[in-house]
């Protein structure tokens, strides 16, 4: 597991520095970096390649990296869950199972198909895993 993680991150600050250098940039100008961002980059990587193998290194869901895109559609849902009162009021009325589905509004309907476009690439990944194993 470190040796992934040490390899990942060293993969990470390569990017970073290419990236400077592509822009024009040395190391001595200021530079802004969220290292929130390329922490939970790393993470992602490190469960994905831990459980997946390397077949989703490089791979997009929704125009973003699988790592990426899997941590903002978790924060994005439950925020919209919890802090948003129509939501909320759904919930009481329907149910947690049916509120998802019941009088979507536009920002429903788009976290429903986020959530649909990674359920999908997932499920086509497990059965062309399954068919490897056959």
Same mark, same amino acid.
């Given at each position: $597991?470190? =040796?992934?993680?040490?390899?990942?991150?060293? !993969?990470?600050? #390569?990017?970073?520095? !290419? #990236?400077?250098?592509?822009?024009?940039?040395?190391?001595?100008? &200021?530079?802004?970096?969220?290292?929130?961002?390329? @922490?939970?980059?790393?993470?992602?990587?490190?469960?994905?390649?831990?459980?997946?193998?390397? #077949?989703?290194?490089?791979?997009?869901? !929704?125009?973003? =990296?699988?790592?990426? +895109?899997?941590?903002?559609?978790?924060? #994005?849902? @439950?925020?919209?869950?919890?802090? %948003? =009162?129509?939501?909320?009021?759904?919930?009481?009325?329907?149910?947690?199972?049916?509120? =998802?589905?019941?009088?979507? !509004?536009? %920002? +429903?309907?788009?976290?429903?198909?986020?959530?649909?476009?990674?359920?999908?690439?997932?499920? +086509?990944?497990? &059965?062309?895993? $399954?068919? +490897?194993?056959?």
């Amino acid at each position: $597991m470190i =040796p992934l993680i040490l390899k990942l991150t060293k !993969n990470v600050i #390569d990017k970073l520095q !290419n #990236d400077l250098v592509s822009e024009g940039k040395n190391s001595t100008n &200021e530079i802004s970096i969220n290292c929130l961002k390329e @922490c939970e980059r790393i993470t992602g990587e490190v469960v994905l390649q831990s459980f997946f193998g390397k #077949d989703f290194t490089g791979k997009e869901i !929704n125009g973003k =990296p699988i790592t990426v +895109e899997l941590a903002t559609l978790i924060g #994005d849902l @439950c925020f919209y869950t919890v802090k %948003t =009162p129509r939501y909320v009021l759904k919930r009481i009325l329907f149910g947690a199972t049916q509120a =998802p589905y019941i009088f979507q !509004n536009q %920002t +429903e309907k788009a976290l429903t198909k986020r959530v649909q476009n990674f359920l999908s690439f997932s499920l +086509e990944f497990i &059965e062309k895993r $399954m068919e +490897e194993y056959k």
